[in-house]
C-alpha cells in the first residue's frame, strides 16, 4: 500500500493560487491518485482523481509527473471558503476500501 | 436529494451504555462505510460493507458491530460504550468499491458522540 507524504498546514491569502503537493514514492503501475476535501464539521467531499499527467475541473486541477511519485492539487485564486482540509490518497483498485492520512489544513486568510 | 444521512447528530452516552447510529443513503449505492475522525486527525475505517449482505472489518473495528439492513442503511452500534469511542462517526456510501475509478465516496455530515 503506497504511503503519502503532505504538508500538515498551510497559509494562504485570498485570491492566490495554492498548491498541495504530495508525495508517494511507491505508487505501483495500477494504482491511481484522488483527493478529498473536508470543511469544518462536514463529511470529507471528492474533488478530483486522475492516473498521469493533468486533470481539470470545476474545482481543482491535478498535476501528476511521468514518474508519478508525487502529485500537486492546484486551486486557483482561493477564497475564504476554500479553507478546509485536503487528504492526497493513492487508491489501489485491489482493495475495497480507501484508507484516508492526515491531510493538509489549508488556512486562507482575507 | 437528501444524498447520505445520519443521526442522531449529536449523542452524549455514559460507559457502559449501548447504542446505534443510522445512516442512511438514497443514491442506490452498493457500498457503505462507517469512519470514525478523533480531532485534528485523519479518518479511520471501521467497518464496511462492499454490498449488500457483507460486512468486512476495517482498521479500527474492536468495540463496534455493523448491520447492513437492506440496500439503503447502514447501522453501527456501540455495545458498552467507553471514553476512547470519544470521536466523530462518519458513513458514507459509493456507486461500487470507492478503489474503483469514478466511484467516490460520498459522506454524511457526521454523529458527533461524546462518551462520559
Known amino acids: 500500500l503506497a504511503k503519502t507524504t503532505q504538508p500538515i498546514s498551510m497559509d494562504s491569502y485570498e485570491g492566490q493560487e495554492v498548491n498541495i503537493t504530495c508525495s508517494h514514492n511507491?505508487?505501483?503501475?495500477?494504482?491511481?491518485i484522488t483527493w478529498y476535501q473536508q470543511f469544518p464539521s462536514q463529511g470529507p467531499r471528492f474533488i478530483i482523481q486522475?492516473?498521469?499527467t493533468k486533470v481539470t475541473n470545476e474545482v481543482a486541477s491535478l498535476f501528476i509527473p511521468a514518474d508519478r511519485k508525487s502529485s500537486t492539487l492546484s486551486l486557483p485564486r482561493v477564497s475564504l471558503s476554500d479553507t478546509a482540509v485536503y487528504y492526497c490518497?493513492?487508491?489501489?483498485?485491489?482493495?475495497?476500501?480507501?484508507?484516508f492520512g492526515s491531510g493538509t489544513r489549508l488556512q486562507v486568510q482575507p | 436529494n437528501a444524498g447520505v444521512t445520519q443521526t442522531p447528530k449529536f449523542q452524549v452516552l455514559k460507559t457502559g451504555q449501548s447504542m446505534t447510529l443510522q445512516c442512511a443513503q438514497d443514491?442506490?449505492?452498493?457500498?457503505m462505510y462507517w469512519y470514525r475522525q478523533d480531532p485534528g486527525m485523519g479518518l479511520r475505517l471501521i467497518y464496511y460493507?462492499?454490498?449488500?449482505?457483507?460486512?468486512d472489518k476495517g482498521e479500527v473495528p474492536n468495540g463496534y458491530n455493523v448491520s447492513r439492513l437492506n440496500k439503503r442503511e447502514f447501522s453501527l452500534r456501540l455495545e458498552s460504550a467507553a471514553p476512547s469511542q470519544t470521536s466523530v462517526y462518519f458513513c458514507?456510501?459509493?456507486?461500487?468499491?470507492?478503489?474503483?475509478?469514478?466511484?467516490?465516496?460520498?459522506f454524511g455530515n457526521g454523529t458527533r458522540l461524546t462518551v462520559t
Open positions: 458514507a456510501s459509493s456507486p461500487s468499491i470507492p478503489t474503483v475509478p469514478n466511484s467516490p465516496l460520498h
Open positions: 511507491n505508487i505501483a503501475t495500477n494504482d491511481y
Open positions: 486522475g492516473y498521469k
Open positions: 490518497l493513492v487508491v489501489n483498485t485491489g482493495r475495497r476500501a480507501l484508507t
Open positions: 443514491m442506490n449505492h452498493n457500498s
Open positions: 460493507s462492499a454490498s449488500e449482505g457483507t460486512t
